[in-house]
């Protein structure tokens, strides 16, 4: 009954046709990772062939469904509160784009407090001395503004030394 969670399954989904022309390209629902030996959903490369979202894919990532929902509603908030900008050069902060360093990988979780959303960093395998997926630190890419202060109060339960409104980097 559930073959595929341990991977005996053929797919994950029952295929639409058998039949190439109909429903072309491989069968990725089932696509094991040659890193970690797990099953997992896949991304894709440059090149459109499937990767390890937790082994290779370099910079920011969701890999839950429900947080890029988030990311999106607080996308839509910080455009309302005329904050789209800053909260676009965080998030670009957290992928490393302005490095150009592809060594890690941040991934985007979620948070309590409004608007806000946790983040751990991990070394990839081909850039971590154990030849595994390595943990670095965690933190937090809080909110602050006229309903949530970072004054150490509830909803956020954080402090801050940043002035202003908008998302900062927390430990």
């Given at each position: 009954?559930?073959?595929?969670?341990?991977?005996?399954?053929?797919?994950?989904?029952?295929?639409?046709?058998d039949h190439p022309e109909l429903c072309p390209g491989g069968d990725w629902?089932?696509?094991?990772?040659?890193?970690?030996?797990?099953?997992?959903?896949?991304?894709?490369?440059?090149?459109?062939?499937?990767?390890?979202?937790?082994?290779?894919?370099?910079?920011?990532?969701?890999?839950?469904?429900?947080?890029?929902?988030?990311?999106?509603?607080?996308?839509?908030?910080?455009?309302?509160?005329?904050?789209?900008?800053?909260?676009?050069?965080?998030?670009?902060?957290?992928?490393?784009?302005?490095?150009?360093?592809?060594?890690?990988?941040?991934?985007?979780?979620?948070?309590?407090?409004?608007?806000?959303?946790?983040?751990?960093?991990?070394?990839?395998?081909?850039?971590?001395?154990?030849?595994e997926r390595t943990f670095s630190y965690n933190r937090g890419l809080i909110?602050?503004?006229?309903?949530?202060?970072?004054?150490?109060?509830?909803?956020?339960?954080?402090?801050?030394?940043?002035?202003?409104?908008?998302?900062?980097?927390?430990?």
């Amino acid at each position: 009954m559930h073959e595929h969670h341990d991977g005996k399954g053929k797919w994950l989904y029952e295929p639409a046709s058998d039949h190439p022309e109909l429903c072309p390209g491989g069968d990725w629902s089932r696509y094991e990772c040659g890193i970690c030996g797990k099953f997992v959903k896949p991304f894709s490369n440059d090149q459109g062939d499937p990767i390890c979202p937790t082994c290779e894919v370099t910079g920011l990532v969701i890999l839950d469904d429900e947080q890029l929902d988030r990311l999106e509603q607080v996308r839509e908030f910080a455009r309302l509160m005329g904050l789209d900008r800053q909260l676009e050069r965080q998030r670009c902060f957290l992928a490393r784009e302005w490095s150009g360093e592809k060594t890690d990988q941040c991934v985007l979780s979620y948070d309590f407090a409004p608007h806000s959303f946790s983040f751990a960093r991990y070394i990839l395998p081909a850039y971590a001395r154990s030849g595994e997926r390595t943990f670095s630190y965690n933190r937090g890419l809080i909110w602050q503004g006229p309903t949530c202060p970072a004054d150490g109060s509830f909803p956020s339960l954080c402090v801050s030394l940043a002035s202003g409104n908008g998302w900062f980097c927390h430990t």
